[in-house]
C-alpha cells in the first residue's frame, strides 16, 4: 500500500475506490474491466414481486460536458472509473440515455421541470449567459414539487439557471444550495462567467480557494451523511470535467486564467482554448470519478443507501477532449454525440444490479419518475412531457410509447423507437436506423421518404406548441 500522506486526494480516492491494482492499472485493464461489465449484464428485468416500501430518497449526479464512452464501463480504454463501474455493476446501465439538449442550461430546466426547454423564455438560452435570463421562480420544478410532498431538498454545485438576485434555487424549491449560479468557473479563484466571484452559500458568497471538486464533494458527503427525518433529494451537479482543463494539481495555470478574468477576457480565458489535452481530462475524469466514491462511501456509513435512489448522467455530450465513440458529433448539436450521455440508477431496495437497458429515455423522464416514486404530483397547470418510468424499473411495463424531441438553434431531431430524424445546420434532413448505425452515417432519407415526412411533420407538431426563439 503506498503512503497516503504522498498522494493526492485524487490518487487516494481511486485507490480505495476501486482497490490500489484497479487504480495503478493502465488502459488495457480498463478495457478488461469494461468487457468483463459487459460479459456479466443481463437485459433489464424488473424485479418479481417488488413491494412498495418507505419512500426513497433520491441523489442525482451531473457531470458537466462528459461525452457518452468517458467511463470505462461505456468502453473508455484510457479512463479508469472503479466507483462509477461499481455502481453500473450495482444497478442498471442505460445505453439509449439523453440529455434533455445539447447544452448546459437548456437540459437542467428540462431537468428541473420535467418539459421541454422551448417551454419556457429562460429555456431559449443555449446556454444562459446574462442576468436577464433565468428558471421563472413561480414554475413548478422537481424540487417545490417533492418539497410539498414532505422532502427535504438541496442542490450542491452548478445551477446555471440564472442568477440573483431574480433567479436562485432557493427561490425554486431547494431548501439549500452551496455552488455556483453560472456555467463555468475557474476552479480555484471561483471567478465565473460573468467575471466575478462566483461560490455562493443560499443568497450569500462563500469564500473557499480550494479545488472545486474537493469543496462540492465535502458539502455532499456532509449532506447525505446527516441524520434526516424525512426523505431527501440532493442535486449533486459537478462542473467537472467542463474546462477551464483544470485539475487540484494545477494551481499555478488556473493563477494565470484568473489574471486574465480579471482584466476582462472572460469567456477566452474559461475557455482555455491554450490548454488541456486528453492526459488533463483523463485526470479531471477520475478525480470526478474519486469524488463520486467518496459521496457514495458517505451514504453508505449512514445507513441509507438501501433507500436511495441514486442516478447518475451527464448534462450534454462532450467537448474537446471527450471520447464518445463511435458516435459523431458533440455538445451543441443534435447528432448522438451531442445528446447520447452515460446514464446509471441504482436503487438496491428495488431493483437488480448486473443490468442493461437499451430503452430510449432523456432528462424529463427522470423528472416525472422521482415525482412518482416520492409520491408527488404535477402541477396540473405544467403538465411533464416527460414520462415515469416507474411502471418500467418496478413492475416491468413496457417504457411509453413516444417521440423524444429537440430543438436547438439550427439543428432539430426527433426519435421514435430506433428511427431519428435530423436537420443539420444548413437546413438538410437526414434520416438514421440508430440500431444499425449509431454513427449516424448512413443517411436514409432519400430511401425512405414517407417516413421522413411523418418524423418531420412530428417534430413541426410539437415545434409549434414551443416559444419561438428571438430572432437575435
Known sequence: MP????????????LVGGGALTAVA???????????????????????????????????????????ADLSCYGAPHIR???????????????????????????????????YPGRTKGGLAEPIGSRTQGLDPHHPTVASLLKRAGYAT???????????????????????????????????????QLGDYDLYEGDATYKDLRYY???????????????HDRPWLLNLNFTTPHWPWLTEDDEETAAGIAAKIRAGNVLG???????????????????????????????????????????????????????QWPLSGGKSELLEGGIRVPTVLRWPAAVDGHQVSHEPVYSPDWT????????????PKYPLDGHSLAGYLLRGEDVPQRDLFWRVRGNRALRRGGWKYYQDAQGKDHLYDLAADAREQADLAADRPALLAELKS???????????????
Request: charged residues 25%; neutral net charge; glycine residues 12%.
Open 368 to 379: 416525472a419518475t422521482l415525482l412518482e416514486l416520492g409520491g408527488a404530483r404535477p402541477d
Open 154 to 192: 438541496a442542490l450542491i454545485g452548478k445551477w446555471h439557471c440564472g442568477w440573483l438576485p431574480d433567479y436562485s434555487p432557493t427561490k425554486s424549491g431547494w431548501d439549500e444550495f452551496f455552488g455556483n449560479f453560472g456555467g463555468a468557473l475557474e476552479y480555484f479563484s471561483k471567478l465565473g
Open 213 to 227: 471538486t474537493t469543496v462540492l464533494t465535502e458539502r455532499a458527503v456532509d449532506y447525505v451523511g446527516r441524520r
Open 81 to 115: 472509473t472503479p466507483n462509477l463501474d461499481r455502481l453500473t455493476r450495482q444497478g442498471v446501465r442505460f445505453t439509449d440515455a439523453y440529455s434533455g439538449s445539447a447544452t448546459c442550461s437548456p437540459t437542467r430546466f428540462s431537468l428541473y421541470t420535467g418539459r
Open 269 to 323: 480565458a474559461l475557455q482555455h482554448t491554450d490548454g488541456g489535452s486528453v492526459e488533463k481530462y483523463r485526470e479531471m475524469v477520475e478525480d470526478l470519478d474519486a469524488s463520486i466514491g467518496e459521496v457514495l462511501a458517505a451514504l453508505r456509513r449512514s445507513g441509507q443507501e438501501e433507500n436511495t435512489v441514486v442516478v447518475f448522467a451527464s448534462d450534454n455530450g462532450g467537448e474537446r477532449f471527450s471520447y
Open 3 to 14: 503512503d497516503i500522506s504522498r498522494v493526492s486526494r485524487r490518487a487516494f480516492g481511486g
Open 458 to 472: 412530428a417534430w413541426e407538431r410539437i415545434d409549434g406548441e414551443l416559444l419561438p426563439y428571438s430572432a437575435a
Open 26 to 68: 493502465g488502459p488495457a485493464a480498463a478495457a478488461s474491466s469494461a468487457a468483463a461489465l459487459d460479459a456479466a449484464e443481463r437485459p433489464f428485468r424488473a424485479r418479481s414481486g417488488y413491494r412498495p416500501g418507505r419512500r426513497p430518497n433520491f441523489l442525482f449526479i451531473l457531470g458537466d460536458d462528459m461525452g457518452w
